[in-house]
DNA sequence: CGTTGGCCCTGATCGC
DNA sequence: TGCGATCAGGGCCAAC
């Protein structure tokens, strides 16, 4: 299931194949991978064709590509470069009339000082694949959404959304301030994020994350500790691979209640999650269940890598006693027994020997 | 308002 | 061989 390492793998695969390119054509083969698109799928199709890709960032789970201008091209040299892959093949850029983009909207889309700023929203939710394909290459099985993408320098490319369980999702999204004032995410210098992303909270491997302020609301969290690190609007890009794979290392239980964690062994969780993350970031994402792959649809390495997660029944590696998976929260979790239990006193020491 | 449970969704796999 | 049951779980939202 992707997770933080496994978007950013296919971010980082993405932005220097589609950075400068012009969206050509769009296909939508399964409205229900629009979710989360405010509109139906012409409108969707409508407001991409034309304009240019201008990067690929990554909050957490979620990805997205920001937009250029949506009536004109935004500088005199994207003009060039959709000229020269022939601007007549694009009556729609041309012919577009102003202020109809959502039917009544009255607000100017290009204000002085500011344009309406948008971005192709995608999320992978369990089983989402971007791939980069060859115009000739036969449609992937399972292909739910097709971007035919013009480079000017790379030539044609496509951009292929697979999706086997539809909980992944494309939409257009305006592009809000972030309120700290930090970049959106990892990938972009703007201090801007995806309206309906804006709730999620920065990733751990986000350098404006702020560690105090996720150690303070995690002492007001009422729930389990598992449940916290999953509750994207606490710390994004955990799921449920990486949540159970740093519980191990930090030697927590899943439902020990968040709240009565001390700080030093919520400070240590928090350095087993950057520790997890960042190793499986360098190894190129988890291949668990083969619903992984990058944008070239190659697998990771990092199952080879696993403590706990998916292992009940083999020893832990740490103490050799068996992995148990129990359910919670309708997803497995996966821990030992004897290096993880709920702590529920404070084991502060009364009386230190001196 | 914070927390929680349920739902969405289908290919792969398993057991009979 | 065939077929139904089971499994995977991130995000979202209604309900408590």
Request: hydrophobic content about 40%; aromatic content about 6%.
């Amino acid at each position: 299931m992707p997770e933080l390492p496994e978007v950013e793998v296919v971010r980082a695969g993405l932005e220097p194949a589609v950075t400068g390119a012009v969206i050509r054509s769009v296909v939508v083969y399964d409205e229900r991978s629009l979710r989360r698109h405010a509109g139906p799928s012409e409108d969707f199709v409508e407001r991409l064709e034309g304009r240019s890709i201008l990067g690929a960032v990554r909050r957490g789970k979620f990805l997205w590509l920001p937009l250029s201008s949506a009536l004109h091209p935004a500088s005199s040299s994207e003009i060039q470069d959709i000229g020269r892959y022939g601007q007549n093949d694009h009556p729609k850029n041309a012919e577009r009339p102003p202020n109809t983009l959502n039917g009544a909207d009255q607000t100017p889309e290009f204000p002085k000082g500011g344009a309406v700023e948008e971005a192709l929203v995608v999320h992978l939710g369990m089983s989402g694949q971007v791939l980069l394909r060859d115009m000739e290459r036969p449609d992937d099985a399972l292909l739910r959404i097709r971007l035919d993408l013009v480079h000017p320098a790379h030539g044609g490319l496509r951009v292929a959304f697979v999706d086997q369980r539809i909980f992944g999702s494309m939409a257009i999204d305006q592009l809000v301030p972030t309120p700290d004032g930090a970049a959106g995410g990892a990938g972009g210098a703007a201090a801007l994020v995806p309206a309906r992303v804006s709730h999620i909270a920065r990733d751990p491997l986000d350098p404006a994350f702020d560690d105090d302020r996720f150690l303070a609301d995690l002492r007001k969290r009422r729930t389990g500790i598992k449940r916290a690190m999953l509750d994207q609007d606490l710390v994004s890009g955990i799921g449920n691979i990486y949540a159970d794979e740093s519980l191990w290392a930090a030697r927590i239980h899943y439902d020990q209640q968040a709240a009565t964690l001390s700080r030093a062994r919520a400070t240590t969780l928090l350095a087993e999650v950057r520790r997890v993350l960042g190793r499986a970031l360098a190894e190129g994402g988890t291949s668990f269940d083969a619903q992984y792959v990058n944008v070239n649809g190659a697998s990771g390495y990092f199952s080879r890598s696993l403590n706990a997660y998916g292992r009940q029944g083999e020893p832990c590696p740490r103490c050799g006693r068996p992995i148990v998976r129990e359910s919670f929260m309708n997803r497995g979790s996966h821990f030992c027994a004897f290096c993880q239990r709920v702590r529920n006193r404070q084991t502060t020491l009364l009386h230190p020997p001196s």
